[in-house]
């Protein structure tokens, strides 16, 4: 299995423009996950969504938006790049249940804001 | 809201021995989960082991074992026969087991090195 597949894994931006990061999951896990990680720093919560459809603002969200239109599938777009938004980016995945206490990370996505 | 501290930004351990890291949390819950996760080079987190709040015993996977003092809010991780891959970052995790907080709070991590 892929697990969680993040696109692309580095990318710069000029300020002001837009893109989106891209994840999908193999697994069929219901609730998926975008953290953001910056240096030295742990991980922040930027969404998440419990299943299809359902998506949630977690403790970073501004700047940020997400969509889930299949279970597979949790895009992050960014639509106005500032320079507070480089970092690295990792989506994660977990079954629901019991099992949302195991997340499974994708590599992650460096992104430059200049 | 819940917190997590790593006190040590950084640790180093001799190949073959033993270390420990510490973490703390504050939380007003009872029901609650534990994890460690290690994000080497590479930077994908990769789980190392995790802890139910409602199990008094420790958790252990092979040379992993934590330390799970719930009155002190203490959960650390120890290495035992510590290898030259186990150098990575270590985070520290906590969620509630509240039905609707799917959040992880982490720690700011903890960067381990193993000196050959």
């Known amino acids: 299995n892929a697990g969680v597949t993040q696109t692309p894994k580095f990318r710069i931006l000029k300020i002001g423009q837009s893109m989106t990061l891209q994840c999908a999951q193999d697994?069929?896990?219901?609730?998926m996950y975008w953290y953001r990680q910056d240096p030295g720093m742990g991980l922040k919560l930027i969404y998440y969504?419990?299943?299809?459809?359902?998506?949630d603002k977690g403790e970073v969200p501004n700047g940020y938006n997400v969509s889930r239109s299949t279970t597979e599938d949790f895009p992050l777009r960014l639509e106005l790049a500032a320079p507070s938004q480089t970092s690295v980016y990792f989506c994660?995945?977990?079954?629901?249940?019991?099992?949302?206490?195991?997340?499974?990370f994708g590599a992650g996505s460096r992104l430059t804001v200049l | 809201a819940q917190t997590v501290t790593q006190s040590q930004p950084e640790m180093s351990v001799q190949e073959a021995e033993t270390v420990t890291l510490s973490c703390t949390y504050d939380t007003s819950e009872s029901d609650y989960y534990l994890f460690w996760y290690k994000q080497p080079p590479s930077r994908q987190m990769i789980l190392v082991i995790r802890?139910?709040?409602?199990?008094?015993q420790n958790a252990t996977e092979n040379r992993f074992s934590v330390n799970f003092q719930k009155a002190a809010k203490s959960f650390s991780l120890k290495i035992s026969d510590s290898q030259l891959g186990d150098a990575a970052m270590y985070f520290c995790?906590?969620?509630?087991?509240?039905?609707?907080?799917?959040?992880?709070?982490f720690g700011k991590g903890t960067k381990l090195t193993v000196n050959p």
């Open positions: 697994m069929n896990h219901n609730y």
């Open positions: 994660a995945s977990s079954s629901a249940g019991v099992g949302a206490n195991v997340l499974t």
């Open positions: 995790a906590y969620r509630s087991a509240r039905g609707g907080s799917e959040k992880l709070v």
């Open positions: 969504s419990v299943g299809a459809g359902i998506t």
């Open positions: 802890q139910e709040a409602y199990k008094q």
